[in-house]
């Protein structure tokens, strides 16, 4: 099955922008829905954003007009531009497919930090 790896965290400040890469290491065009996920410390891992194959895409409401995603199928690879960053928003983050959420399948992820 496709493997997937997250790349383009770091520390950043409050306010500040980062754009997180998923490359995967095959074809993704056939794929659906590919989903940002996160983890931040201490809690539950929950769904950030997505992107379906025509391009249609969704946000969690605490992201929405801060968050974009975007896919490029040449490149196997799928996008998080990430602006405005907050506190809140320090987390880990995974990118995913319905496959892997199927086997609870997770990649190393890419950590993410805001300061205040």
């Known amino acids: 099955q496709v493997q997937l790896v997250e790349s383009g965290g770091g520390l950043v400040q409050a306010g500040g922008s980062l754009r997180l890469s998923c490359i995967a290491s095959?074809?993704?065009?056939?794929?659906?829905?590919i989903y940002w996920y996160r983890r931040p410390p201490g809690k539950l891992r929950e769904s950030v954003a997505y992107?379906?194959?025509?391009?249609?895409?969704d946000f969690v409401e605490s992201v929405k007009g801060r968050f974009s995603i975007s896919r490029d199928n040449a490149k196997n690879a799928v996008y998080l531009q990430m602006n405005n960053l907050k506190p809140e928003d320090t987390a880990i983050y995974y990118c995913?497919?319905?496959?892997?959420?199927?086997?609870?399948?997770w990649g190393q992820g890419t950590q993410v930090t805001v300061t205040s």
């Open positions: 992107i379906k194959d025509g391009g249609d895409t």
């Open positions: 995913t497919t319905p496959w892997h959420l199927g086997f609870n399948t």
């Open positions: 095959e074809d993704i065009s056939s794929i659906a829905m």
